[in-house]
């Protein structure tokens, strides 16, 4: 099997066809991949300060991989089929300037900021204990995950029209990720693993730890989406990023009407079916874009 | 037990102190409310024309419901003990102009409209049905609910900080909802019955139905809340409504942040853990205000 | 000449048709109208504390006026004649939780406030001066105007598709305000005079002051628009109130195609022509909804 | 004097350090750069279609040119001396599903799109001339300048806190635009020539043209900026480029704030002063970010 670590010093920090991948993968095998923490394992203690261990390049990504075979045009299917801690504890952080209830240098205002302060979650079973409030079941998932833009760089902080750092928990194992491609190859990466995550990842951090990934690849030849989907055995979704909030509930919804469309739906009719039964969650609400997934159960699309 | 009808002609299409009430409450009694659908009941085959058969006055709402004892300052408590459909089926109409996914007087653009189409929904024990394509299970839950506000008369359309059409499926059977006292009385208001909607209320109508709700009323003295809660035995949950939609959100979490304080949390605790637990999902993104839930479950609150 | 004061205690804090009129007002005729200050005139020095003077009723309109012959889809013209200060100071204030640089009850974060201070500006002739920094020419305008909704009745502090809170600086001698009629007689009221204010009002006050205003009625019998329009006789001007902002610039801008179009312009024509030669600056960014105008020259028009 | 053209095929599409420079600069001497139009010069008839003319790469931009001694940390100067049009025609466009009043692949809906018109625009003199009521006089500017980040490459249709496509009629002649330097050489760039524009570039196009700019550069060594500055004998100015709108008016201030800073004002004073004194207005409301103006007379300033 494959087993992909990036050589240290070499993680990207943005989503770029750019740069030289790090390894070549054939669709159908499976393929194990470590990733760093999206602090880029540098705290791991509650004493330790992240606006002075911090530097600007965070949430480093193992990439590129180059998918043999994919070509602009493409879509890559990701499936997820397990993933591993790479350590025994998980970080969780409050970074003055950052999250989805404090001023930012994007929503910006003149009020002071929020104290720092590190929490760290030990890994014990199945569960992760930082006290005995604050104490939850593991449920991983992978932060950020896309493929490679044809002409910009984008910082892997940024959830995108192709993936991205979306922070959506549905990224998990059971579940496969359809994503553009839009260069050959495809240019593959993947961060940010999640120990697990509360919906809109309110203060910026989840639980932050290494992962190790059980992912493969497949293509379907010529199929052009616009924006990720996912899909599982009871759902499909769609991932919109935009703000505002409003601007990407609109994309997840409306890319939703449109791929019920490829199985036979009127759109109108689709527009109206979501409107009774579709079902709407907020991934992130701190990132430079926010993230909403619309999902809609199989059996009320497959009919 | 007290069965409350409005009289025809009577029903309100605004939240105020100003208008009569139409019955007076004791807490802790049992209470039937009947309600009109949001088309007033104009809507019946589908060929019927919303823009020509519809006024401006819409969404029809019982009440005001003097509570005997609540006063300003208060929490008043409405138990929504079961929802029952008054007439045997649903309407939900694509109307032009408003929706999730069309542009509307407010978010305001040049492009022509989508046709109107009405649907008509048999329900068929526990399930409403279109047609083989359109077929739903009976979940039903009430879209607007709120107190009178102080000095402002608002709409039947609107959310806000009171409650009004947050169109939120949560208040439904088994839960709880809270609302802020504003005025002697509270001055309770219920509407909008929905057999069933999906997140979003996407193209602007639910599975709308004349509904028959039993509830039960109990005040909370001297204590007061910013805007909506709801419980059950599961969850507690915050309400936001506003525009843009990021701003319903932080104002859902914040509001929960706050509720959880009320448990003994630390803000800044709190705020980790909802990082990490809390769930939002999205309850309208088609009304005046947009509204967005926080939830928590309260196993991991009542620690 | 007519000329109108509030008996005190009868300000109304709400534009509503509910309320008795304050007087009878002929078109054509000039009118004085005497307004207090938007704190009510209860912050006059510098050691005053908002946050303990002030309670929940703010921005006292003179109102309302029936205008005699206004009838439901009217358009009023109200002619701005002049404005006089009524006292010799003007007071601004920074206040916690309300400005357009710091997290406010709808734009809610944990950060903590900033912290309160009263501004006292000495009108010295044309000037405004509070101290060798702070010191402006008088540029007197109404914050706020509006005719009453047919149904709601709406907070003094909130802008509207009738007018409101706009804040918008061209609200001033020697120009002609429109504003939709909903209801017979109009309703109209005014209030919240600026001895002067930046775009946006930046902090939530402008230089505020008790005024008097000289203004004459006219109606264009039925006429019916959407939104506040401004006229001089250099440009003509839409105003648009919504959230997020880039809706109230979508309504001013729309309105403005729309009124070019009643010039005879094509609207494709004219969204080009506005493309070239439109301008838009903000009238508010802190109020309940943030205003911005949209105006064109009129020798850009009438060709 | 230095004089700068691209090689054909050589034109940047995104703001990059990773393109090599076309030309080296020193500060202080006179630089002629030419400049192709939005549109690649593909556009000089009405009766093209921008829709099958134009691919996905978009807005051409002179450069990277390497201003000698500019380092990270630094602020670029670029005096703007001179603006000619580089040919005889300047060309606007209806492109469906683009601009501010129509439904976009961002703010996206179900709604049918407008249809698509090219309007061309002879130069007469100081007038431009599409026909006898689409004329105004010549008022150019670049809507696109720029230095490269430090880590991404960004699209020239995007403004961003290093400028960008920012399309604000205020990179005129007769003003310096302040640049923050992200890397060795600063990597400037600069397109997209509008021989005038209105307020918001409303349908998403200004009058597009080839420029001949005349550029002086200098150097604040060691002087950091978060966000692009505009200076000249009355005004400064800032620009903020963010959706929702709000946010970007939110950063602008904040910058124009923290500038009167520098000046020795108190944060909150200033804050106060722009209360009264500031003017904001709309530079765009089309691109991917929305671009708002702060500005202040300097004598409201140096006091």
Request: aromatic share 10%; hydrophobic share 35%; net charge negative.
């Amino acid at each position: 099997m494959v087993e992909i670590r990036q050589k240290p010093g070499t993680y990207s920090y943005a989503f770029s066809r750019y740069i030289e991948p790090i390894a070549r993968v054939n669709t159908g095998e499976e393929v194990i991949v470590h990733t760093l923490d999206a602090f880029e394992d540098r705290i791991s203690k509650e004493t330790d300060s992240p606006t002075q261990i911090l530097g600007k390049y965070l949430n480093p990504q193992t990439g590129p991989i180059y998918i043999e075979g994919a070509e602009p045009g493409d879509t890559l299917v990701v499936e997820i089929i397990n993933i591993e801690a790479d350590r025994d504890y998980a970080v969780s952080a409050n970074i003055p300037e950052f999250g989805g209830l404090v001023t930012t240098p994007t929503t910006r205002f003149l009020n002071p900021p929020l104290p720092e302060k590190v929490w760290i979650y030990k890994k014990e079973g199945d569960m992760l204990r930082c006290n005995d409030k604050l104490c939850y079941p593991w449920r991983p998932f992978f932060g950020t995950i896309a493929t490679a833009p044809d002409m910009e760089s984008i910082s892997a902080l940024t959830p995108f029209d192709q993936g991205g750092n979306m922070d959506v928990r549905d990224i998990c194992p059971g579940n496969k990720v359809h994503l553009p491609v839009a260069c050959e190859g495809a240019m593959f990466y993947i961060g940010d693993c999640h120990a697990r995550q509360g919906d809109g990842e309110l203060n910026g951090t989840a639980l932050e730890i290494n992962g190790k990934a059980t992912l493969r690849f497949s293509l379907i030849k010529g199929k052009t989406i616009k924006w990720p989907r996912i899909e599982n055995d009871e759902y499909i979704m769609t991932v919109g990023s935009a703000k505002p909030m409003e601007d990407a509930a609109r994309i997840a919804y409306t890319e939703l009407v449109h791929w019920m469309c490829e199985y036979g739906w009127d759109e109108l009719e689709a527009y109206e079916a979501l409107s009774q039964c579709g079902e709407m969650y907020v991934g992130n609400m701190v990132d430079t874009f926010y993230s909403l997934v619309a999902k809609v159960k199989k059996e009320y699309v497959m009919r």
